[in-house]
């Protein structure tokens, strides 16, 4: 058995869209014993939200600002950014926290604000999951040290090496995410480290995942996460006997404020108990 991982999980707007800010609430969470700070990733927001910063930049600013904790955007719409440039960025960025690093990633929507319509994203659920799936292969490849050759229909990279690599080995975890009832995003997360399961409502919909999961993953035995995200009020430990490893503590993005986050930064992270999946 484990201890269940707390982690902050915070939408970059408006009083949060400062990353002098976050950074000084990660080094706060970090001495108050949470496992995690993650961020939100995106361009803009719907009203009354009018703030929004830069994940990758607020990201730079966690890993200075900290020495443990573990960062990362969750999730990024990866479909929309180039992997070749993601593949420089999070290695620097993990190499910068000394080994601390979680990807998230997933399909993105344009349904809170419009952002992929706004700025020519592709709009196609089905076309941005194999975009999203490619990138995956052209990380993996990157993170390996060796030259990556990719040809597809999205991505090119021809020859190029990637270095230095990551500190963690073999690379970057990957946490991808998925809402329940969808098969597609259970099998990409049983490819890489973790899944993040959205809008779940009850936890015995996470347990349901976790035995999908289990069998996708056989006959690996390496380490999996499964982070859950969950108000301060919910009962974690539920979740955790179902299968979570992780708590983020989520946030309103609508009306999140300094003083919300940090009143439950000082709360503390969850006291509960849990067996990792494998």
Same mark, same amino acid.
């Given at each position: 058995?484990?201890?269940?991982?707390?982690?902050?999980?915070?939408?970059?707007?408006?009083?949060?869209?400062?990353?002098?800010?976050?950074?000084?609430?990660?080094?706060?969470?970090?001495?108050?014993?949470?496992?995690?700070?993650?961020?939100?990733?995106? +361009? &803009?927001?719907?009203?009354? *939200?009018?703030?929004? =910063?830069?994940?990758?930049?607020?990201?730079? !600013?966690?890993? $200075? @600002? #900290?020495?443990? +904790? &573990?960062?990362?955007?969750? *999730?990024?719409?990866? =479909?929309?950014?180039?992997?070749?440039?993601? !593949?420089?960025? $999070? @290695? #620097?960025?993990?190499?910068?926290?000394?080994?601390?690093?979680?990807?998230?990633?997933?399909?993105?929507?344009?349904?809170? !604000?419009?952002?992929?319509?706004?700025?020519?994203?592709?709009?196609?659920?089905?076309?941005?999951?194999?975009?999203?799936?490619?990138?995956?292969?052209?990380?993996?490849?990157?993170?390996?040290?060796?030259?990556?050759?990719?040809?597809?229909?999205?991505?090119?990279?021809?020859?190029?090496?990637?270095?230095?690599?990551?500190?963690?080995?073999?690379?970057?975890?990957?946490?991808?995410?998925?809402?329940?009832?969808?098969?597609?995003?259970?099998?990409?997360?049983?490819?890489?480290?973790?899944?993040?399961?959205?809008?779940?409502?009850?936890?015995?919909?996470?347990?349901?995942?976790?035995?999908?999961?289990?069998?996708?993953?056989?006959?690996?035995?390496?380490?999996?996460?499964?982070?859950?995200?969950?108000?301060?009020?919910?009962?974690?430990?539920?979740?955790?006997?179902?299968?979570?490893?992780?708590?983020?503590?989520?946030?309103?993005?609508?009306?999140?404020?300094?003083?919300?986050?940090?009143?439950?930064?000082?709360?503390?992270?969850?006291?509960?108990?849990?067996?990792?999946?494998?």
């Amino acid at each position: 058995m484990t201890r269940l991982r707390s982690a902050l999980w915070l939408p970059l707007f408006d009083e949060l869209a400062d990353p002098v800010v976050v950074a000084r609430l990660a080094a706060e969470a970090e001495e108050a014993g949470w496992h995690g700070v993650f961020v939100w990733d995106h +361009l &803009r927001w719907r009203e009354p *939200v009018r703030l929004v =910063a830069d994940p990758w930049i607020t990201l730079a !600013a966690i890993a $200075t @600002a #900290t020495e443990s +904790l &573990r960062f990362g955007p969750m *999730v990024t719409p990866l =479909a929309r950014r180039r992997p070749a440039k993601v !593949a420089r960025e $999070t @290695a #620097t960025l993990d190499r910068l926290g000394d080994g601390r690093l979680t990807l998230g990633v997933g399909l993105g929507s344009d349904r809170f !604000a419009g952002e992929l319509s706004a700025t020519g994203e592709e709009l196609d659920d089905r076309r941005r999951g194999r975009m999203l799936d490619e990138s995956l292969e052209i990380l993996v490849a990157a993170w390996s040290g060796g030259p990556v050759r990719h040809h597809s229909r999205h991505y090119t990279v021809d020859g190029i090496s990637f270095l230095p690599r990551p500190v963690q080995r073999p690379g970057v975890p990957v946490w991808a995410a998925g809402r329940p009832g969808h098969v597609k995003p259970l099998r990409r997360a049983a490819r890489h480290d973790g899944f993040v399961p959205v809008n779940l409502e009850h936890p015995d919909q996470l347990a349901d995942i976790v035995t999908t999961l289990t069998a996708l993953r056989e006959p690996r035995t390496t380490p999996y996460d499964i982070a859950v995200p969950l108000p301060p009020d919910a009962d974690h430990a539920a979740y955790a006997e179902a299968g979570a490893t992780w708590w983020l503590a989520e946030f309103a993005p609508e009306t999140v404020s300094l003083d919300q986050v940090r009143g439950v930064l000082r709360d503390g992270p969850a006291e509960c108990d849990t067996e990792r999946i494998r």
